[in-house]
């Protein structure tokens, strides 16, 4: 999606998004769940009214928020009573997934947090904000509910601050001005179209979510923008006008704490993606001048050390609470890399009577819908509603589009007579509720019988690492015979063999 396309179709204003009995509606009709979680740190000024304002309007009037929680990281100002006064649930840091230990940090608050919180939208919103208004969550969540191509909203406003006795109406936001924005521009041009890539009022789906590092501290957002763009493209990703924010202006004493721990994270992407070279480790202590109690100077240091969180779906804590098996996860990069699957032939499963390359489909379940006929009719599935429902509940799991236009429905089962594999080609795309907003153009469809389980999960992994190739998803795509798409996949499928043994040898 082109810059200027993307100004265009995913920047919003939050009064689009006014009408809550109409987004109530669209969550019901698309059962949705939404957890609203708010991170806290002595915030007992400002979060008794955010709790009591978003609560009464959202959640007890019209339940549009199905839970609201706060993760504090030890307050010590009466911030943990307040909450629980004001009727919602009061989670301590430290007492979620005890033993993955525990790093302070507002990064680390929202990675807990989608372990605690039940909904399929998460949202965050700071807690130090003064002017929280209920447009705040409607128009963050707005673009989530009416939009399934969109996985990731970011908030935007106009920050005014105070300085002494005055306040100007502009001029917030210091951080994101001198240090990220001109990074951005430099280095990942693509992010710096959003206005405020620091800004703490986000949402997005559980299933983008829980694909994502998390850096425990201050550079939690930088992080995640970058890492989403990186991943999962442009195009998922939106930013909603919320108008004004208003809250406490931090000292530049802290926003220099706070600029070095992003710094840390901006230069360790732009290196891990090769955008520059890193001749030294980063510094982790940062240095300032103080002037002691005899009006002396004397150097400070300071450990600033932002750590990454793996994504949370790798947690066996929450692959177990989710209950979410191996078959769900084995298409996921994350998964594939903390597991090693061998490398098996998937060319032998192909077969041109099950390979249609003009496929003609409305939407996802019709596409699967024709598969399970194709299957039924060649005598590899004995019932076809049967079939019909596995595929649909694998995909209310956890959808099989990984990207870049190819899905990967699967099914084991015991009626399914052998492996094998169904192709379903439709060039003008169908939508699959792929995390990257594209629509999917190759669906490969196994289906095994449970007694081949290992030999499933291995041709799911194999198949998923060779179509993560561009340039092989391009040959499929232009393939003109039944008989050429098998010669192409079996031709890429050595090459890959041949990349894979050459790195096990090199390595």
Same mark, same amino acid.
């Given at each position: ?43 007992? /000024?400002?979060? %008794? ?134 990074? /951005? ?11 405020? $890539?620091?800004?703490? !009022? ?12 998390? /850096? ?20 998922? #990703? ?21 600029? /070095? %721990? ?47 969180? $793996? ?15 191996? !078959? ?19 060319? $032998? ?115 998923? #690492? ?42």
């Amino acid at each position: 999606m082109r810059p200027n396309q993307w100004i265009k179709l995913r920047t919003f204003s939050h009064g689009q998004f006014s009408d809550i009995h109409r987004l109530l509606k669209q969550k019901r009709q698309d059962k949705h769940t939404i957890s609203l979680c708010l991170p806290a740190l002595n915030e007992s /000024f400002t979060i %008794g009214r955010i709790i009591r304002r978003l609560k009464e309007a959202l959640h007890d009037r019209i339940p549009l928020i199905d839970e609201i929680m706060v993760i504090d990281s030890g307050s010590t100002d009466g911030t943990q009573e307040i909450c629980r006064k004001s009727g919602v649930r009061v989670y301590q840091d430290d007492e979620i997934l005890p033993e993955m230990g525990n790093l302070r940090g507002k990064g680390e608050n929202l990675w807990k947090s989608l372990y605690i919180a039940k909904g399929d939208i998460i949202l965050w919103l700071d807690t130090d904000i003064r002017n929280m208004e209920e447009h705040f969550v409607t128009g963050l969540i707005g673009p989530l509910l009416y939009n399934r191509d969109i996985s990731f909203v970011k908030g935007f406003y106009r920050r005014p601050i105070q300085i002494g006795n005055k306040i100007s109406a502009t001029g917030g936001g210091r951080v994101t001005e001198i240090l990220v924005k001109p990074f /951005f521009n430099v280095l990942f041009p693509q992010l710096a179209l959003f206005h405020q $890539p620091l800004s703490g !009022e986000y949402a997005g789906r559980r299933d983008l979510l829980e694909r994502l590092p998390f /850096f425990t501290g201050y550079g939690v957002e930088t992080g995640l923008l970058i890492d989403i763009e990186n991943r999962f493209g442009l195009s998922c #990703m939106a930013q909603v006008d919320l108008k004004v924010r208003i809250h406490r202006n931090q000292d530049l004493n802290s926003l220099r704490k706070m600029s /070095f %721990g992003i710094l840390q994270v901006l230069l360790t992407r732009a290196e891990q993606q090769g955008k520059l070279v890193l001749m030294d480790s980063l510094r982790t202590q940062f240095l300032s001048i103080l002037k002691n109690e005899f009006n002396e100077y004397e150097l400070n240091l300071t450990d600033i050390h932002d750590i990454e969180r $793996p994504p949370m779906i790798l947690s066996e804590s929450y692959q177990k609470k989710r209950q979410l098996a191996e !078959e769900d996860l084995i298409l996921l990069d994350e998964v594939q890399k903390k597991r090693s699957y061998p490398f098996v032939s998937v060319s $032998p499963l192909l077969d041109t009577k099950l390979i249609e390359l003009n496929g003609k489909a409305s939407g996802k379940k019709e596409a699967l819908g024709q598969i399970s006929a194709l299957l039924t009719d060649q005598k590899i599935v004995s019932d076809y509603t049967r079939l019909l429902y596995e595929f649909s509940k694998r995909e209310s799991t956890m959808s099989t589009a990984i990207g870049g236009g190819i899905a990967i429905p699967h099914v084991l089962s015991s009626i399914i007579q052998r492996l094998k594999i169904v192709v379903f080609r439709q060039k003008t795309g169908i939508a699959f509720n792929s995390l990257d907003g594209q629509p999917v153009n190759l669906i490969f469809a196994v289906v095994c019988p449970i007694t081949r389980r290992q030999h499933y999960l291995q041709i799911l992994a194999n198949l998923a #690492m060779i179509l993560k190739d561009e340039k092989i998803r391009h040959r499929l795509l232009t393939a003109k015979t039944s008989e050429d798409f098998i010669g192409i996949f079996r031709k890429s499928e050595v090459l890959k063999r041949f990349e894979r043994e050459l790195r096990t040898v090199e390595s």
